[in-house]
């Protein structure tokens, strides 16, 4: 059964710094690419960043690129989102995903609330 469990999220000041964390289970993690998603109220959910499994190459949204930062550890089947010098536009709700040609599993989510 395949399981995605995001954690970390919660209330930062602006400027300050969040790490997010998505454990995964029941895929092959370490030749799977992952993403980072997010959906703040009334908007449509959006790509934030993405990793892929063989070479861990790293893209990321304009908004966030330079300050988000996804990495994964292959011996533990966790993913990463270091999100630093966080914006109130940064609030949302925050998702792991899987799948080589979009998603194929989502995450629960995680809130993330950036105060001005």
């Known amino acids: 059964q395949v399981q995605l469990a995001e954690s970390g999220g919660g209330l930062v000041q602006t400027g300050g710094s969040l790490r997010l964390s998505c454990d995964v289970f029941?895929?092959?993690?370490?030749?799977?690419?992952m993403d980072w998603y997010r959906q703040a109220p009334g908007k449509e959910r959006e790509l934030v960043a993405r990793?892929?499994?063989?070479?861990?190459?790293?893209t990321y949204a304009d908004s966030v690129r330079g300050r988000f930062t996804i990495s994964r550890d292959n011996t533990k089947n966790i993913i990463y989102l270091q999100m630093n010098s966080v914006k109130p536009g940064d609030s949302a709700v925050y998702y792991c995903?899987?799948?080589?040609?979009?998603?194929?599993?989502w995450g629960q989510g995680t809130q993330v609330t950036v105060s001005s």
């Open positions: 029941g895929i092959m993690f370490d030749i799977t690419t």
């Open positions: 990793i892929t499994g063989r070479g861990s190459t790293a």
């Open positions: 995903a899987a799948g080589d040609y979009g998603p194929d599993y």
